[in-house]
């Protein structure tokens, strides 16, 4: 009998201190804030964002200011004036300029590194403000997806892309693979976080950046490919199928906005449209990193068929900035999604760099 109370002691001893490890060990409930997601509604808009995982919601009126808590996104500078003129799609796709242009990509998330790349660079200030006068900046493709920072990432870009024209600047801010995946509903690369805003929000994040959101109606007005002097930018690249289907680099984009708000019928019936999204696509393709698709001639072929010198792309991760082919393909994707470093590409003067995240130019 004594026995069998000393094993139950035991037991009753072994059961608590494992709750109480249990207890120790488990993590804290991780606390969010996220936003503003701004909806146009009538003559309104109404502003939701996630406070320390609990949903807050206001509605502004003509002429109030959208005073938002600062925090959320330290660059979120929009005025209800702006809200009036809905983004519009942007006809003009092809750019000359004297001045430098930079360009990197595939930034999924990292708020942070891309900053510091930027002001090391010299592209922005402290207070992440444009002061690279009358150059022109080219993200190509990738905020969204993997990290836990794209609200701040996409408020950045748009404060950057108004911000630079004042100085004779330009900010280009290109669609890759994974604001199509978000905007039509793939949301398999989500950080957790967003899947808080989701569940708070009580929303799907694709509609969150529905056509009625602000920044879903502004992603829906970006290009997928651009031309600056000699150079083209697209995200992925532009393989050898898809230049045999069209060259031209409004149709590839006129295609690509479709594709966000096309119906699966619409789209199973337009081939073009079901090229877009398949591996030889602008913003899926990887060919030129591969030697046995992508030789020095095929290279040659291609930028003959766009009439351009250099085509610049992202999409295909590397440790830094690499060039093929004598500056002729440039691959801007150096690993920011990774979250500890990263470059951009600098075009100054016809020569190309490598912009490391010390601010170091590099001679490519
Ligand atoms: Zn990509």
């Known amino acids: 009998m004594f026995k069998k109370k000393n094993l139950y002691l035991i037991l009753l001893v072994i059961l608590t201190s ?7 060990t488990k993590a804290p409930k991780p606390v969010f804030s996220d936003g503003p997601y701004l909806f146009y509604q009538d003559q309104s808009v109404v502003a939701k964002w996630m406070e320390n995982n609990q949903l807050q919601q206001r509605t502004f009126s003509i002429g109030e200011n959208l005073d938002l808590p600062e925090k959320l996104s330290p660059d979120f500078d929009l005025h209800f ?4 003129n809905r983004p519009v799609r942007q006809e003009e796709i092809n750019f000359t300029t004297n001045g430098p242009i930079v360009a990197l990509s595939d930034v999924h998330g990292q708020y942070l590194v891309t900053l510091k790349l930027l002001r090391e660079n010299r592209i922005i200030d402290e207070n992440n ?9 080219v993200l190509v493709g990738d905020i969204f997806d993997r990290g836990d920072q794209v609200t701040e990432l996409l408020w950045f ?13 330009q900010v280009h801010v290109l669609l890759g693979n994974h604001e199509l995946m978000v905007l039509t509903g793939d949301l398999r690369y989500l950080h957790k976080k967003y899947r808080y805003t989701m569940a708070v929000m009580q929303m799907p994040l694709n509609e969150l950046f529905s056509k009625n959101s602000y920044l879903g109606a502004w992603l829906r007005s970006r290009p997928l490919a651009i031309t600056i002097n000699d150079m083209a930018f697209v995200h992925g690249g532009f393989s050898e ?3 045999e289907k069209t060259n031209s680099l409004a149709t590839i984009n006129r ?23 398949t591996i030889n696509g602008p ?19 291609i930028l003959k068929k766009l009439g351009k010198k250099h085509i610049i792309v992202g999409h295909t991760s590397h440790e830094a900035i690499v060039s093929l082919f004598g500056n002729k393909i440039i691959g801007v994707d150096s690993s920011i999604k990774f979250g500890k470093r990263g470059e951009i590409l600098i075009v100054d003067r ?3 760099y490598r912009g490391t995240v010390q601010g170091e130019r590099i001679k490519l």
């Open 18 to 24: 494992l709750s109480n490890l249990n207890a120790q």
């Open 81 to 84: 004036e702006d809200l009036e």
């Open 350 to 352: 016809g020569e190309f």
């Open 157 to 169: 870009f748009h404060k950057l892309e108004r911000q630079a024209p004042k100085s004779g600047g």
């Open 255 to 277: 295609l690509g906005q479709k594709s966000i708000d096309a119906a699966a019928e619409e789209s199973a019936s337009d081939s073009l449209l079901t090229f877009m999204g």
């Open 129 to 137: 403000n444009w002061i690279f006068g009358n150059g022109h900046l």
């Open 283 to 301: 913003l899926w393709y990887r060919g030129y990193f591969d030697k046995e698709q992508v030789s020095k001639q095929n290279a040659n072929t």
């Open 241 to 243: 199928l898809l230049l």
